[in-house]
């Protein structure tokens, strides 16, 4: 049974690695699929998220995850990879209103697309790829939320 683990990924944070290795343990294949988004200015090119989230599950010594990249509506991609189940972490409250109103989306747009929320470990539930960017961007120390490859990746983007 096969999963997909959406999102960009800009960075990788220790909350994305805890759901994925999560999802590994549950699924026999995780999908993380990479959000290719043009309107979105990213720190990290698709090609660098992509590696550098196969470079992590690899250090994790995880092999049932596969990376692949997508734009568009996130149904499509299902369609074409033959995948019925899209899993999402839920930090707060909030993210279940948004991540509840898209899953009724593309539960509409795919018939049988179900989701499933996996709660943050508390110890993550307050780490965002935005918050990460904000802290690098002011040369800010990121090594509780990213890790240690990742951090060095941030280091050299932002030059400190």
Known sequence: MKVIYPGSFDPLTLGHIDIIKRLSKMFD???VAVLINEHKKSVFSL???EAIIKEQMI???IDNVSISSFDGLLVNFAKENDIKI???GLREVTDYEYEKNIAMFN???MDGLETIFLLSDPNYSF???SGVREVA???G???SFVSKEVEERIKEKFQY
Do not use: M, N, W, Y
């Open 59 to 61: 250090k994790d010594g």
């Open 127 to 129: 780490i965002s790829s």
């Open 86 to 88: 899209v899993a999402r």
């Open 137 to 139: 961007a002011f040369k």
């Open 47 to 49: 090609e660098e998220r």
């Open 29 to 31: 294949e995780v999908v």
């Open 141 to 143: 120390d990121v090594s």
């Open 107 to 109: 539960s509409k747009l």
